[in-house]
């Protein structure tokens, strides 16, 4: 008999839908099995105004398959000439829910970010006053510092004194990756949080050299050693409120990963559901899944916990080896090989 599990209808805290024909083409994935999801704005150019994210907003929406139920909630890239102003629009926007800061340089599309916190304190500020999560990808850039440390760095040299600078900023330490990033969110104040992304609980570095190059395991931050792995499925499993849903889902067409300097990113929202149960099924944690999933993520963003249910059966189902990309092809984690879990329905 097959097992089977069935919880509220989840939220994805980080994701990224892209725009024009990858839009199309990604975000019915998502809107499949997710009710709401925050939207990264790291287009080209990037969302910096509320008028832009409005705009987006009201492509994606004009994208969603007919039916559809799934909200976007939209986000603003944080530059060196963001405005406080503009925080107060977001704040007041109502679908403006949070800030993203990208370190300059960290990670795709992000050129634009931020090269000194000395040049948005105002900003930060406004963001403190007014509540809106700051959403950050924790890594330095720096080339002097090894790739496999720039996330521990970037908590010592950079966000433990920015939140001792903003103790009521509210903080997401997006797509965690290692053990020092765990001690630091467990360790912090209940206005800091994480996302943890399915590719971070499934695979270890290892996993970008099976056989060869593994170019579709690339992703920012890059994955890490065993030891931290265990410390992310050790993080969920404890049901801790602060550990949330993010996947990270990032696609990227199949000639910009298969390159000569290939693009960070893996794409998940295909079957995001079915390999996050399949982690937590390792370790005999799938009475988790359903806070961690469902329940947190609302909770840190001040939303209602949804009332739909999904269901999901632990049943093999093989994965495409390529999806449709605009005029493009996708190449999806797992590709023509099986997951463990299957997605169901909504009910």
Not at 31 to 51: D, E, G, H, S, Y
Request: charged share 20%; glycine share 6%; proline share 5%.
């Amino acid at each position: 008999m097959s097992e089977q599990i069935t919880i509220t209808r989840p939220d994805d805290w980080h994701l990224h839908v892209r725009d024009g024909d990858f839009l199309q083409a990604v975000l019915p994935d998502t809107a499949k099995q997710f009710a709401r999801a925050i939207i990264m704005p790291n287009l080209k150019p990037p969302v910096v105004t509320v008028a832009q994210a409005q705009s987006y907003r009201d492509r994606i929406t004009a994208a969603l398959p007919k039916g559809s139920s799934f909200s976007p909630l939209m986000t603003l890239y944080l530059t060196e000439n963001t405005l406080p102003e503009e925080i107060v629009k977001a704040k007041e926007s109502g679908f403006v829910h949070a800030v993203k800061y990208y370190p300059a340089g960290a990670t795709t599309n992000s050129d634009s970010g931020v090269r000194q916190w000395s040049k948005v304190e105002e900003v930060l500020e406004a963001m403190e006053q007014c509540g809106l999560p700051l959403l950050v990808h924790g890594e330095v850039t720096d080339p002097a510092i090894d790739v496999f440390d720039r996330e521990r760095v970037f908590i010592e040299d950079q966000l433990i004194p920015l939140i001792l600078k903003y103790p009521k900023l509210k903080v997401v330490l997006e797509h965690i990756t290692t053990a020092s990033a765990v001690k630091f969110v467990l360790t912090a104040d209940k206005n800091i949080a994480a996302t943890v992304t399915a590719h971070h609980l499934l695979l270890n570095r290892n996993a970008l050299f099976q056989g060869g190059i593994r170019p579709h395991h690339y992703c920012l931050p890059v994955l890490k050693r065993e030891k931290h792995r265990q410390a992310l499925l050790d993080a969920v499993a404890s049901g801790n409120n602060k550990f949330f849903l993010g996947t990270d889902s990032a696609p990227h067409p199949q000639s910009l990963k298969e390159n000569a300097c290939g693009c960070a990113g893996i794409y998940t929202a295909h079957a995001a559901m079915e390999l996050y149960a399949e982690a937590f099924d390792s370790i005999g944690a799938l009475d988790k899944l359903e806070g961690f999933a469902s329940f947190y993520g609302a909770d840190f963003y001040g939303l209602a916990r949804n009332t739909s249910q999904i269901t999901l059966t632990k049943q093999q189902v093989k994965v495409p080896s390529q999806l449709q990309y605009g005029s493009e092809t996708l190449i999806p984690m797992r590709a023509g090989e099986f997951l463990v879990w299957s997605f169901n329905h909504e009910s």
